[in-house]
């Protein structure tokens, strides 16, 4: 019998096509990350996919949804409770505290990125296993800190194309702010209380500020007409709130005040914010965050003030997708060899070696196919060039270099394969060509070829240099000189 797929969990695959799904896409979208995250001053960090489950008990909350519902606990042979992450923040904290950090400097930014466990009711864009990008600050309590938090992050958005977004940001403030803003709160709610949905009754008293971000749209209607946290802030908070929003003015980042912005995890104050994504659906928020500074104290470590934010990889591409923005292409070799005969099979598994060696993402076949059959899979797996090698290609050290999209062939000699192919990999445009101009070209055909692709890049350029004309005369006269 097969064994299929736990619910709730997905495979990312090695297809060319784009789905959320394919490999390529994800690679693309961590690459992209890793770039930010460099950008911002980011160190990476790893931690362990499973922790003791008082780590998430004591910091995430012992009320939240994520670790009274959601958490995965198991017991290990050695008696312990363990959890798989549901979330990245304490982890790192654990981390920073274990091995002491703090000594390494005033400013600490770490980034990570991986899988994250949820036990929740599967659907689309909600996963048991999904994998963030996430980023936290330790040493900082600037509101600086926060609006560049949210600069990153909503960068990494533009930067991969996505559009149709929301920041939605509030502010909690302190444990005063929130204690007085609960007693209002529950007042409010009280008179309603039987109308309010079952989990709702549940958070009454063990946690009535998530009664403020319900689904349900019975307990929206109640909550809107709430009061709101921002008139229970503090002056030092207020102020910081309002520094904030001068910060993302200044950035020109647009964003909603959402005063019923709560977030579900109990280790925030002060900011909170949530990004949400026009095209995703129910599950529509992409990535969220805020400030946590009494955290790392609490897990008895020193007293830092702390800003982070998470996102989700599978929302992001999800959303990429719905809203088609232009992805790179999935990989493609450069080069793809055909050997006919024994002895072009030994030459052409050396070759293969040797344009490696060179940098020449290139692929052979193994399988013995018929050519028809092997140029069909070459054409399959998007092959940019294929060259046959067979007997008169050995003798004459010639090859018919195709082009796969195009059809159209060169007789180019084996040596000058790596060099040519190094540089069409190199040079998209005319402009990316032209400083390759003074390079000698080994013979006559090699010079060809690249004449040849000026000549498509050209057609392909709208402004034409003076520059160029000369170029080109250039070339002429070489090829002439060639005879
Ligand atoms: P979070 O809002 O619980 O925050 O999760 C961050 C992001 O992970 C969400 O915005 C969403 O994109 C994605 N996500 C969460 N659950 C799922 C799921 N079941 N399926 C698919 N995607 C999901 C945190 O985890 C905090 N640790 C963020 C943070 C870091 N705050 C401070 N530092």
């Given at each position: 019998m097969k064994t299929p797929i736990p619910p709730g969990v997905f495979d990312i695959l090695p297809q060319t096509d784009d789905t959320w799904r394919s490999a390529h896409l994800w690679q693309y979208v961590e690459e992209v990350i890793r770039d930010i995250a460099r950008l911002y001053g980011y160190q990476e960090i790893r931690t362990p996919i499973f922790e003791r489950v008082e780590l998430f008990q004591r910091s995430?909350?012992?009320?939240s949804d994520i670790v009274s519902k959601e958490i995965y606990v198991f017991e290990d042979k050695g008696k312990r409770m363990m959890s798989l992450r549901p979330e990245g923040t304490a982890p790192v904290m654990r981390a920073f505290i274990e091995n002491q950090l703090v000594n390494q400097g005033p400013v600490h930014k770490l980034f990570y990125i991986g899988p994250m466990f949820r036990y929740d009711r599967p659907q689309a864009g909600r996963y048991r296993q999904h994998h963030q990008f996430g980023a936290e600050v330790i040493g900082v309590s600037s509101p600086e800190q926060d609006a560049e938090m949210i600069d990153m992050v909503y960068t990494l958005y533009s930067r991969l194309g996505i559009q149709n977004l929301t920041v939605y940001i509030n502010s909690i403030g302190n444990q005063e702010t929130r204690k007085n803003f609960r007693d209002a709160l529950q007042n409010y709610l009280r008179p309603h209380f039987d109308q309010l949905s079952k989990d709702s009754q549940h958070r009454?008293?063990?946690?009535?500020?998530r009664i403020l971000d319900s689904k349900d749209p019975n307990d929206q209607a109640i909550v809107a007409k709430a009061p709101s946290i921002l008139d229970c802030l503090d002056q030092a908070s207020k102020e910081n709130f309002e520094r904030i929003q001068a910060c993302l003015n200044a950035l020109k980042i647009p964003y909603t005040i959402d005063h019923r912005l709560v977030r579900g995890l109990d280790y925030y104050n002060n900011t909170v914010f949530e990004i949400v994504a026009g095209d995703l659906g129910a599950q529509n928020s992409i990535g969220g965050g805020g400030r946590y500074d009494g955290l790392l104290k609490m897990l008895e470590g020193p007293d830092l003030p702390s800003v982070g934010f998470a996102t989700g990889i599978e929302r992001i591409i999800q959303t990429m997708l719905k809203q088609q923005v232009k992805v790179p292409p999935a990989y493609r070799p450069q080069l793809f060899i055909i050997t006919l005969g024994d002895a072009a099979k030994e030459f052409g598994f050396k070759f293969l070696h040797k344009l490696r060696q060179e940098g020449i993402d290139a692929q052979m076949d193994f399988t013995g196919r018929k050519l028809g059959k092997v140029m069909q899979y070459a054409d399959q797996i998007r092959a940019k060039f294929v060259i046959v090698i067979g007997d008169d290609e050995l003798k004459s050290q010639e090859v018919e270099l195709k082009v796969m999209e195009t059809g159209e062939t060169s007789v180019i000699s084996l040596s000058s394969l790596s060099h040519l192919l190094n540089i069409d990999a190199k040079t998209k445009t005319f402009m990316e060509l032209w400083p390759q101009m003074s390079t000698p070209f080994q013979d006559a055909k090699e010079a060809e070829f690249f004449f040849k692709k000026l000549c498509q890049t050209l057609d392909k350029t709208t402004t034409v240099t003076s520059k160029l004309h000369d170029s080109l005369e250039a070339m002429n006269q070489f090829l002439k000189d060639q005879g």
């Amino acid at each position: 019998m097969k064994t299929p797929i736990p619910p709730g969990v997905f495979d990312i695959l090695p297809q060319t096509d784009d789905t959320w799904r394919s490999a390529h896409l994800w690679q693309y979208v961590e690459e992209v990350i890793r770039d930010i995250a460099r950008l911002y001053g980011y160190q990476e960090i790893r931690t362990p996919i499973f922790e003791r489950v008082e780590l998430f008990q004591r910091s995430v909350g012992e009320t939240s949804d994520i670790v009274s519902k959601e958490i995965y606990v198991f017991e290990d042979k050695g008696k312990r409770m363990m959890s798989l992450r549901p979330e990245g923040t304490a982890p790192v904290m654990r981390a920073f505290i274990e091995n002491q950090l703090v000594n390494q400097g005033p400013v600490h930014k770490l980034f990570y990125i991986g899988p994250m466990f949820r036990y929740d009711r599967p659907q689309a864009g909600r996963y048991r296993q999904h994998h963030q990008f996430g980023a936290e600050v330790i040493g900082v309590s600037s509101p600086e800190q926060d609006a560049e938090m949210i600069d990153m992050v909503y960068t990494l958005y533009s930067r991969l194309g996505i559009q149709n977004l929301t920041v939605y940001i509030n502010s909690i403030g302190n444990q005063e702010t929130r204690k007085n803003f609960r007693d209002a709160l529950q007042n409010y709610l009280r008179p309603h209380f039987d109308q309010l949905s079952k989990d709702s009754q549940h958070r009454f008293e063990a946690n009535p500020l998530r009664i403020l971000d319900s689904k349900d749209p019975n307990d929206q209607a109640i909550v809107a007409k709430a009061p709101s946290i921002l008139d229970c802030l503090d002056q030092a908070s207020k102020e910081n709130f309002e520094r904030i929003q001068a910060c993302l003015n200044a950035l020109k980042i647009p964003y909603t005040i959402d005063h019923r912005l709560v977030r579900g995890l109990d280790y925030y104050n002060n900011t909170v914010f949530e990004i949400v994504a026009g095209d995703l659906g129910a599950q529509n928020s992409i990535g969220g965050g805020g400030r946590y500074d009494g955290l790392l104290k609490m897990l008895e470590g020193p007293d830092l003030p702390s800003v982070g934010f998470a996102t989700g990889i599978e929302r992001i591409i999800q959303t990429m997708l719905k809203q088609q923005v232009k992805v790179p292409p999935a990989y493609r070799p450069q080069l793809f060899i055909i050997t006919l005969g024994d002895a072009a099979k030994e030459f052409g598994f050396k070759f293969l070696h040797k344009l490696r060696q060179e940098g020449i993402d290139a692929q052979m076949d193994f399988t013995g196919r018929k050519l028809g059959k092997v140029m069909q899979y070459a054409d399959q797996i998007r092959a940019k060039f294929v060259i046959v090698i067979g007997d008169d290609e050995l003798k004459s050290q010639e090859v018919e270099l195709k082009v796969m999209e195009t059809g159209e062939t060169s007789v180019i000699s084996l040596s000058s394969l790596s060099h040519l192919l190094n540089i069409d990999a190199k040079t998209k445009t005319f402009m990316e060509l032209w400083p390759q101009m003074s390079t000698p070209f080994q013979d006559a055909k090699e010079a060809e070829f690249f004449f040849k692709k000026l000549c498509q890049t050209l057609d392909k350029t709208t402004t034409v240099t003076s520059k160029l004309h000369d170029s080109l005369e250039a070339m002429n006269q070489f090829l002439k000189d060639q005879g």
